[in-house]
């Protein structure tokens, strides 16, 4: 499966040689594929946010709330594929002031955007740590009263 992540930030980083490792063909889509701010050792091509959008059959969105349009644009044409929102959409350097009105997530308002099938994913854990080496944890999460009263 080819796999385009959108953005080189923390979470991009972390996802895109996990998803390597596992055997899927990986592309990091960017705005300057050339800029040596995204130089590392990963190996993993990087192309133009287009060029790695339309080849690709699962889109990974690992950026700012603040550059969604933007992005989005970049993409072109979702139809058909499935987008993987990384995305918490609060102003970290607020106190966490959400960006998206409190009845929304921002899931939907991406969906409301493009007619990519929009997925929730790798938001609600650490990217360093959990998502780029998931053995450092030595077991699973601790189930809730709730979970363990469900079949």
């Known amino acids: 499966m080819r796999v ?23 592309v ?10 995204h130089a590392t050792d990963d190996d993993i091509p990087l192309q133009t ?5 339309s080849a690709a059959d699962i ?13 989005l644009a970049d993409c072109g044409d979702l139809k058909g594929k499935v987008l993987i929102d990384c995305i918490n959409p609060y102003d ?11 009845d929304q997530s921002a899931a939907k308002v991406i969906a409301g955007k493009t007619a990519a099938k929009v997925v ?7 990217a360093r740590r959990a998502i780029a080496s998931p053995s450092h ?7 809730t009263r709730m979970q363990r009263r469900w079949p």
């Open 4 to 26: 385009a992540i959108i953005g080189k930030g923390n979470v991009g980083k972390a996802l895109g040689p996990a998803i390597a490792r596992a055997g899927h063909e990986v």
């Open 49 to 53: 946010v287009g060029d790695a959008v």
């Open 28 to 37: 990091f889509g960017v705005r300057d594929p050339e800029s040596p701010k």
């Open 137 to 143: 944890f030595n077991s699973s999460p601790p189930m």
């Open 92 to 102: 970290f350097r607020n106190n966490f002031a959400p960006l998206v009105p409190s």
């Open 120 to 126: 929730k994913a790798f938001n609600q854990v650490g």
């Open 59 to 71: 889109v990974i969105l690992a950026i700012n709330w603040g550059a969604v349009d933007n992005a």
